[in-house]
């Protein structure tokens, strides 16, 4: 470039205002956009096609099971119906058997005579986080709750569980019941201390009658869980 040029495109450069560089997240009066909602995650967008899923279903009975991975969840649903119901739960080794953290999950609902079930992840992990199982899982289309607990309670079993007690007491439903999984590795003295040790949450739900004591291995509880289901449905 001469020098010419230069002391020209200089001249110009000081007189011509530039046009100013506009931050692209900035509206034209420069005020910040409205902060767009990320898209729901796979996971989210699973627990809403339950909700459309259970819309469309004609079976009132509905029953949800909850908790931790491995807590026992499939295994109580598969105690509870027999091993009848369609399509049965998956039981497995993982940790985690029941992923709706990636696209197309089946129906998510097992039928059982006139009842309905459905199996859920277990929560509080990092493809299942408890946020967002809160924030859209559709609790308020289900009658009942199945909270299932092993050896130990979370922060995130104690966060779901008040959520739940607090919808239950805003709108009267879903109804929730607390099981204490894996029991077969329970000595009688335990059971009492259990009991105590859960005795915040169990007050949140009406007390030790919603609490259950089950193992899939001795099929201890299972009786009590169905007179559960059925009692509920008729006091509904
Ligand atoms: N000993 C014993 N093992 C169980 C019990 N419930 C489940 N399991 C085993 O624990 C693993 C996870 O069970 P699953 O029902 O898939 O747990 P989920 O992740 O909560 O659905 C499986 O290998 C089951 O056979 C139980 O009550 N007692
Ligand atoms: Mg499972």
Same mark, same amino acid.
Request: hydrophobic share 35%.
């Given at each position: 470039?001469?020098?010419?040029?230069?002391?020209?495109?200089?001249? &110009?450069?000081?007189?011509?205002?530039?046009?100013?560089?506009?931050?692209?997240?900035?509206?034209?009066?420069?005020?910040?956009?409205?902060?767009?909602?990320?898209?729901?995650?796979?996971?989210?967008?699973?627990?809403?096609?339950?909700?459309?899923?259970?819309?469309?279903?004609?079976?009132?009975?509905? &029953?949800?099971?909850?908790?931790?991975?491995?807590?026992?969840?499939?295994?109580?649903?598969?105690?509870?119906?027999?091993?009848?119901?369609?399509?049965?739960?998956?039981?497995?080794?993982?940790?985690?058997?029941?992923?709706?953290?990636?696209?197309?999950?089946?129906?998510?609902?097992?039928?059982?005579?006139?009842?309905?079930?459905?199996?859920?992840?277990?929560?509080?992990?990092?493809?299942?986080?408890?946020?967002?199982?809160?924030?859209?899982?559709?609790?308020?289309?289900?009658?009942?709750?199945?909270?299932?607990?092993?050896?130990?309670?979370?922060?995130?079993?104690?966060?779901?569980?008040?959520?739940?007690?607090?919808?239950?007491?805003?709108?009267?439903?879903?109804?929730?019941?607390?099981?204490?999984?894996?029991?077969?590795?329970?000595?009688?003295?335990?059971?009492?201390? &259990?009991?105590?040790?859960?005795?915040?949450?169990?007050?949140? &739900?009406?007390?030790?009658?919603?609490?259950?004591?089950?193992?899939?291995?001795?099929?201890?509880?299972?009786?009590?869980?169905?007179?559960?289901?059925?009692?509920?449905?008729?006091?509904?």
């Amino acid at each position: 470039m001469g020098f010419f040029t230069w002391l020209r495109d200089k001249v &110009i450069s000081i007189f011509v205002p530039q046009s100013k560089s506009r931050d692209p997240w900035s509206n034209d009066d420069g005020s910040q956009h409205e902060e767009i909602p990320p898209p729901p995650t796979p996971f989210e967008q699973n627990m809403q096609s339950l909700g459309r899923n259970l819309d469309a279903l004609s079976v009132e009975r509905r &029953i949800v099971v909850i908790g931790r991975p491995g807590a026992g969840k499939s295994s109580l649903i598969r105690a509870i119906t027999s091993g009848d119901s369609f399509p049965q739960p998956y039981i497995g080794p993982e940790t985690d058997a029941t992923n709706w953290s990636s696209k197309n999950l089946h129906s998510g609902v097992s039928l059982y005579r006139n009842w309905a079930f459905v199996d859920t992840p277990g929560y509080g992990t990092t493809l299942h986080p408890t946020r967002e199982f809160l924030s859209c899982f559709p609790f308020q289309k289900f009658s009942i709750v199945f909270a299932v607990v092993s050896e130990k309670v979370s922060k995130d079993d104690e966060e779901v569980i008040s959520h739940i007690s607090t919808l239950q007491e805003q709108h009267g439903t879903p109804k929730l019941v607390l099981v204490r999984g894996r029991s077969d590795g329970l000595s009688e003295g335990d059971r009492p201390r &259990i009991s105590i040790d859960l005795s915040d949450k169990l007050a949140l &739900i009406g007390g030790t009658e919603q609490l259950v004591f089950f193992s899939a291995a001795t099929l201890e509880g299972v009786d009590t869980l169905r007179e559960k289901l059925i009692a509920l449905f008729t006091s509904h």
